[in-house]
């Protein structure tokens, strides 16, 4: 049985999965519009979940709300406040929740900006991934370069003052100087947070069936993560996670407690949640029905839960390094036993064992990840990986 004092704090993932075309690189729960967008039918879905969901919160308090996709602002100003109010009314969000919506560059969503900024929405993260005409179309992306300007543009003026940039390195076709051209026209932009990371053919995608032409080889993606990292330090972004980097204060907080082992509630299809429960000592992970039609059909019904486990030790070892691990200044080793319920005793041979290698520094009660562990960190989270049985 685990033990634990108090449950960690608790953020609600919500999942919109339109796309007006699905990205060749994207392994998310996605899907590309046929027809005309469901907004009302998968909304209603949204709210019959959100009852059961407000259950499982069992009035613990929400610090953070992630609307993510998919491409979330394809749905409507209107659609957006009526969620986020019956989010108010199910839930105990705390009033200065982060509350973080996902948009692409494009006109028509640019004009939306306004309406989901007066619906509650406080930080909006802006998928660029470039600001190159030519790398853009071989991503397969809708937007050009242009938009993507005037979509940070739209963004300030309807009053958005904390906002990420999604940027990718290691594109078909780029060289460090290509990569560090787009790092700093995002950094003219003065986002307050950036998310830098390279392209990965990731499995069940199309890149992945066809890797395309001319991509950067492990040497140069290696080139470019260093001056690229080199360039945001200096334009005073700090890099506290392996892909993330912020202005001071400015990190993002719903992220941070996925990095940090807390709980989140699953809203929408294929949503993912975590939830831990002192009483029983146990820690539940759970997701729901991934297609949009069955989330729709079966939501509001237990049946919307497509799995649920209760997690091992084992199984909580490497999941909270995995998280934990990404973040640079590592965690402390009381954090660790608060958010897994297990002794630092149970982690102690793997870790004594990354250390040996170099990949982990352990001081003062802190663990932090090594410069060689951050660029090994598959290698170093394989010591956690349980033993078969």
Request: with cysteine; proline share 7%.
């Amino acid at each position: 049985m685990l033990h634990f004092s108090a449950p960690p704090p608790l953020s609600l993932y919500i999942h919109l999965p339109w796309c007006v075309r699905k990205c060749p690189y994207c392994d998310f729960n996605s899907h590309p519009l046929r027809s005309a967008l469901p907004e009302q039918d998968y909304l209603e879905a949204l709210l019959r979940d959100l009852k059961l969901e407000a259950r499982r919160a069992g009035g613990r308090p929400v610090q953070t709300v992630f609307i993510g996709g998919g491409t979330p602002s394809l749905f409507s100003p209107a659609a957006i406040e009526r969620l986020l109010g019956a989010v108010r009314e199910q839930l105990d969000l705390r009033p200065d929740a982060e509350i973080s919506l996902e948009a692409n560059p494009g006109t028509v969503e640019q004009e939306r900006f306004a309406g989901y900024r007066a619906a509650g929405v406080n930080r909006l993260s802006i998928g660029i991934q470039s600001f190159s005409d030519h790398k853009l179309r071989l991503l397969g992306r809708i937007h050009d370069g242009a938009e993507a300007l005037r979509a940070v543009d739209s963004a300030r003026q309807a009053g958005f003052t904390n906002i990420n940039l999604d940027l990718m390195y290691g594109l078909p076709q780029q060289d460090a100087a290509g990569a560090l051209a787009d790092l700093e026209q995002a950094i003219r932009l003065q986002p307050s947070h950036i998310s830098h990371y390279q392209l990965t053919l990731e499995p069940n995608t199309l890149f992945h069936a066809r890797p395309p032409a001319g991509l950067p080889d492990d040497d140069t993606s290696f080139a470019m993560q260093q001056a690229c990292q080199t360039r945001l330090a200096e334009a005073g972004y700090r890099h506290y996670e392996v892909s993330a980097y912020a202005r001071p204060g400015r990190e993002a907080r719903h992220n941070l407690n996925y990095w940090t082992f807390g709980d989140y509630l699953a809203l929408g299809a294929g949503a993912h949640g975590k939830l831990t429960d002192p009483l029983r000592g146990e820690i539940v992970r759970y997701s729901k029905r991934r297609h949009p039609r069955d989330y729709q059909q079966h939501a509001g019904t237990a049946a919307v839960v497509a799995q649920e486990h209760r997690l091992t030790p084992a199984d909580i070892r490497l999941e909270f390094m995995m998280n934990a691990l990404r973040l640079r200044d590592g965690f402390p080793i009381s954090l660790c036993e608060a958010r897994s319920g297990l002794p630092w005793e149970a982690f102690q041979p793997m870790a004594t064992e990354a250390v040996a290698r170099g990949w982990l520094r352990i001081a003062d009660g802190q663990v932090r990840p090594t410069a060689s562990g951050l660029l090994y960190l598959n290698e170093l989270l394989q010591l956690f990986v349980p033993d078969p049985a």
